[in-house]
Nanobody
Framework: QVRLVESGGGLVQPGGSLRLSCAAS????????MGWYRQAPGKQRDLVAT???????TYTDSVKGRFTISRDSAEATVYLQMNSLKPEDTAVYYC?????????WGRGTQVTVSS
């Protein structure tokens, strides 16, 4: 069974915060790496942050110091804490799991940063 469900998106003012959640089935959560990507209207889907099974993290430069990716093994959930949000962070945010043979995507959650 494959389950990868994002939640936590919404409308927030510039400077505000949101926490996104990606709830995964256990077999998917065991993937070597999981991450968050985002896609703004008319643009390609880009990497935001990744986290390995061992907890090693990477971030795209534009979110360093503002976003934090983490994982909770008990809940089989990956989080993305987003602080100091900017209008340019507006996008659909997708969770991705990279297994040894295939990658899985969630359906996404909309984040809109606007006053």
């Amino acid at each position: 069974q494959v389950r990868l469900v994002e939640s936590g998106g919404g409308l927030v003012q510039p400077g505000g915060s949101l926490r996104l959640s990606c709830a995964a089935s256990r077999n998917i959560f065991a993937s070597p790496r999981m991450g968050w990507y985002r896609q703004a209207p008319g643009k390609q889907r880009d990497l935001v942050a990744t986290i390995t099974k061992d907890g090693l993290t990477t971030y795209t430069d534009s979110v360093k110091g503002r976003f934090t990716i983490s994982r909770d093994s008990a809940e089989a959930t990956v989080y993305l804490q987003m602080n100091s949000l900017k209008p340019e962070d507006t996008a659909v945010y997708y969770c991705k799991a990279d297994t040894m043979s295939i990658s899985y995507w969630g359906r996404g959650t909309q984040v809109t940063v606007s006053s």
